[in-house]
């Protein structure tokens, strides 16, 4: 049976810096994209990072790009966000997720269709 499990968040003060990461079971994690969405309440989920299956390629949302680092462990099965210089703004429930591709991830984050499989969250709040 798949397990995706996130870790790491917490409370940070802006400027601050956390790591999350997503530990997985049970599927070919080499065989998928992997990314990290986020969502706040009243919002709609948003894609914020993405990296393909042999991390030959990464992507970010633009408002993350220099600050957020997606990297992955194929013989771990894990994946990570180092994320710096965080802002209040970042503030949201953060999920992991596989899909076949980048491009599928963030498609299926932003019309709520359902990934491959994804965890059930880590919180990352953010003072100003």
């Known amino acids: 049976q798949a397990q995706v499990v996130e870790s790491g968040g917490g409370l940070v003060q802006a400027g601050g810096s956390l790591r999350l990461t997503c530990t997985t079971s049970?599927?070919?994690?080499?065989?998928?994209?992997m990314g990290w969405f986020r969502q706040s309440p009243g919002k709609e989920r948003e894609g914020v990072s993405c990296?393909?299956?042999?991390?030959?390629?990464?992507y970010y949302k633009e408002s993350v790009k220099g600050r957020f680092t997606i990297s992955r462990d194929n013989a771990k099965n894990t994946l990570y966000l180092q994320m710096d210089r965080l802002r209040p703004e970042d503030t949201a429930m953060y999920y992991c997720?596989?899909?076949?591709?980048?491009?599928?991830?963030?498609?299926?984050?932003?019309?709520?269709?359902?990934?491959?499989?994804r965890g059930q969250g880590t919180q990352v709040t953010v003072s100003s």
């Open positions: 997720g596989a899909a076949t591709s980048c491009n599928d991830f963030f498609g299926l984050v932003k019309d709520g269709g359902y990934l491959n499989y």
């Open positions: 049970g599927f070919r994690f080499d065989d998928y994209a």
């Open positions: 990296i393909r299956y042999d991390s030959a390629n990464t």
